[in-house]
């Protein structure tokens, strides 16, 4: 592969609550589930990004996210999958699929999230994206990514193979792609084809139907554990028998058969040796335990706490703290052509340096967010006598500064994931940066040109450092500058731009 496998498509927030059953509900028939236990991952599209990233290839995801709760948690999950999270704007609030479950069985299915908004304009670097890859999945749930008239025309003109798996209220495939997914029940809808004499006959005939339809070089028909029909050029279909019959959770299964006949084209496989390839990953996904065991481990921890107390990784608390702050903010500031700007750091014992860094990053658009690690994201930076301040105290501090409209507190070593979702126009770093060195010395830089964002870097105030108001403490000595704090630029040397939010 000398390109990245782009997934394009509709991504749902999915959440498993396990529980026990012993009682029914006194005022009506039906049980009462106690929860035990839940796992959140990425739903839809971004389930099939996870997919493939499992592999190893390096993997970018097209879609749409919501300026709320469930879009940072979704940018969480799949920074932690390692998949590089390309976000066009979404109206509205993440579409959000709950399975209540009891003993691995589903016993209720929660869906949420209301009609389905209007995702935004792809950015010139989601179109070169997609003009580099070496494979396309475009993985449809409905909800409006695969129809977005930007992303259609890069589609068609893209060389790469585009294998497409559609839904039944989503648009058709664009003409020429390479193989299409549909399951049984998506390929009758879609065709609307007239019952056969068997089975294998009326999914033939969709089959075919489809691909004169939509011009497919292929359309792969999944028939759960009896393996997949693939028709192709001519009339007779090939059956891809499932290697062994397996029993179990079979959500995700569409989306793990899809992303590995996305891989094995990506390699260079025929379409026949991909659809051999993916109901062969398919079945073993299942007979291994689905979904609650094929994902990679930060994907699929469970949290310490009830869902209701937790919320995203995104913690919060405050009505200037948390997700659902932070995306007010920015969502009122992009309706009226407003100008985001972020920062961030750790910010343990706010000093007059880091006062100055957030009023001159404020003083560049029409609102900041403070990205603001963790307690524990600290403690792996900086070790565990730190932060001496902890997160609730910081940013209610933070959150109390006229030049801050909103901090958001993340869990990871960087921001990454928090950008991601953000997308900030402007990211500030505080600190002393050598000019002339280019995009290098700052890592953000290349996640800020996913959406066409600017990252800049202001002056800080010589002498204002945590590490050494902690020393001078511990020493019972001042901790302040003995001569007047000047405003330098970055001019001589490199500095760790955590140095100026520590």
């Not at 969709?206 to 497919?216: H, I, K, M, S, T």
């Not at 903010?329 to 052509?337: M, N, Q």
């Not at 290098?440 to 600017?454: D, F, K, N, S, Y």
């Amino acid at each position: 592969m000398t390109g990245p496998v782009v997934v394009i498509g509709d991504t749902l927030l999915d959440r498993d609550v396990e529980g026990v059953v012993n009682r029914l509900c006194p005022d009506s028939p039906v049980p009462v589930l106690d929860e035990t236990t839940y796992v959140d991952r990425p739903g839809g599209a971004g389930l099939a990004a996870v997919f493939a990233a499992v592999h190893g290839a390096e993997v970018a995801l097209v879609t749409a996210i919501a300026d709320d709760a469930g879009g940072a948690r979704l940018s969480s999950l799949l920074a932690a999958a390692g998949v590089q999270l390309y976000a066009l704007p979404l109206a509205g609030a993440t579409p959000e699929k709950i399975r209540l479950r009891v003993r691995g069985r589903v016993l209720l299915r929660h869906d949420r999230g209301g009609t389905s908004g209007e995702p935004g304009e792809p950015g010139e670097a989601v179109l070169r994206l997609i003009a580099r890859a070496s494979a396309v999945l475009v993985s449809d749930y409905g909800r409006g990514v695969a129809g977005q008239p930007a992303l259609r025309a890069a589609l068609a003109a893209t060389r790469a193979p585009v294998v497409w798996d559609p839904h039944p209220r989503g648009p058709a495939a664009v003409p020429g792609v390479q193989l299409a997914t549909p399951n049984e029940f998506e390929a009758r809808e879609l065709a609307k084809a007239s019952p056969g004499a068997s089975r294998l006959v009326t999914v033939s005939r969709g089959a075919q139907a489809l691909r004169q339809r939509w011009r497919a070089g292929a359309v792969a028909v999944t028939l759960g554990g009896e393996g997949a029909l693939l028709c192709h050029a001519g009339t007779t279909p090939l059956v891809v028998p499932a290697p062994a019959s397996a029993e179990g959770d079979t959500c995700g299964a569409g989306d793990r058969f899809a992303a590995a006949a996305t891989l094995a084209l990506a390699r260079g496989a025929l379409v026949s040796e991909a659809a051999q390839a993916a109901v062969a990953e398919a079945s073993a996904y299942v007979a291994g335990g689905g979904v609650a065991t094929a994902l990679p481990g930060p994907v699929r921890t469970r949290p310490d706490r009830p869902a209701v107390e937790t919320g995203p990784v995104f913690t919060g608390g405050g009505e200037r703290i948390g997700p659902a702050a932070a995306g007010a903010v920015i969502a009122e500031v992009r309706a009226a052509g407003g100008t985001v700007v972020a920062t961030g750091g750790c910010f343990d014992l706010l000093h007059a340096g880091h006062v100055a860094t957030l009023e001159t990053a404020r003083q560049l658009g029409d609102c900041l967010v403070v990205c603001l690690n963790s307690d524990a994201s600290v403690a792996g930076l900086k070790g565990p006598d730190r932060p001496v301040v902890p997160q609730g105290d910081r940013s209610r501090l933070l959150a109390a500064l006229s030049c801050v409209d909103a901090v958001l507190i993340f869990d990871e070593s960087t921001p990454h994931a928090a950008l991601s979702w953000l997308r900030p126009d402007i990211w500030v770093k505080g600190g002393d940066y050598a000019t002339g060195g280019g995009d290098e010395t700052l890592p953000e830089a290349g996640i800020l040109r996913r959406w066409g964002g600017q990252t800049v870097v202001v002056p800080y105030l010589d002498g204002r450092s945590t590490t050494d108001m902690i020393a001078a403490a511990r020493a019972g000595r001042p901790g302040t500058p003995a001569g007047p704090a000047v405003a330098r630029p970055g001019a001589t040397g490199v500095r760790s731009t955590a140095e100026g939010a520590r």
